[in-house]
Antibody, heavy 115, light 109 residues
């Protein structure tokens, strides 16, 4: 069955960096677009970024453009999100999701940006 | 990149039908047939309920249906059940990025 497992979240100071990972299994990872979506505590969903199946195309929400970088390793069935220059407003649960329709989601990893 | 507009809350009694609206613009909802809906229970990850405006993934009950008219998409849940109580989010492709609605809390009375 399709499984997505995020990791790498934690507490980081403003201005710091963090790298999230998403391990995929149960499907042919290299066939799918992948996305990151976040949800601040008590708030709604916010699309963060997506990457095409071959990494040829990426895009970002304006709120993270220039600070976050999405990447993937199809040989390792893994998706990544490198987050730099973190701000308090980046505090959220970060989910990875499969496909342009976001058909499957992981359980999320919490990122807390605080001094 | 402005969020799509959803009502903050809707409610209905068991067995009734409710409709949740999702209003965007001609650059997102109105411009593409790529609207999807997600159900989220507290503390859980979102679950895809509708994609491509009106298609249901396998396993989603046919009580859930989607439609679109102009710049507004809608999710209708018929025969409400207690387990339908959750937050619902719409989502639309917008050319080079993806937009979510602010979410609607569905209460089953």
């Amino acid at each position: 069955q399709v499984q997505l497992v995020e990791s790498g979240g934690g507490l980081v100071k403003p201005g710091g960096s963090l790298r999230l990972s998403c391990a995929a299994s149960g499907f042919t990872f290299s066939d799918y677009y992948m996305s990151w979506i976040r949800q601040a505590p008590g708030k709604g969903l916010e699309w963060v970024s997506y990457i095409s199946s071959s990494s040829s195309y990426t895009n970002y929400a304006d709120s993270v453009k220039g600070r976050f970088t999405i990447s993937r390793d199809n040989a390792k069935n893994s998706l990544y999100l490198q987050m730099n220059s973190l701000r308090a407003e980046d505090t959220a649960v970060y989910y990875c999701a499969r496909g342009w329709e976001l058909g499957y989601w992981g359980q999320g990893t919490l990122v807390t940006v605080s001094s | 990149q402005s969020a799509l507009t959803q009502p903050r809350s809707v409610s209905g009694s068991p067995g009734q039908s409710v409709t949740i609206s999702c209003t965007g613009t001609s650059s997102d909802v109105g411009g593409y047939n790529y609207v999807s809906w997600y159900q989220q229970h507290p503390g859980k990850a979102p679950k895809l309920m509708i994609y491509d405006v009106s298609k249901r993934p396998s396993g989603v009950p046919d009580r859930f249906s989607g439609s679109k008219s102009g710049n507004t998409a809608s999710l209708t849940i018929s025969g409400l059940q207690a387990e339908d109580e959750a937050d619902y989010y719409c989502c639309s492709y917008a050319g080079s990025y993806t937009l979510f609605g602010g979410g609607t809390k569905l209460t089953v009375l």
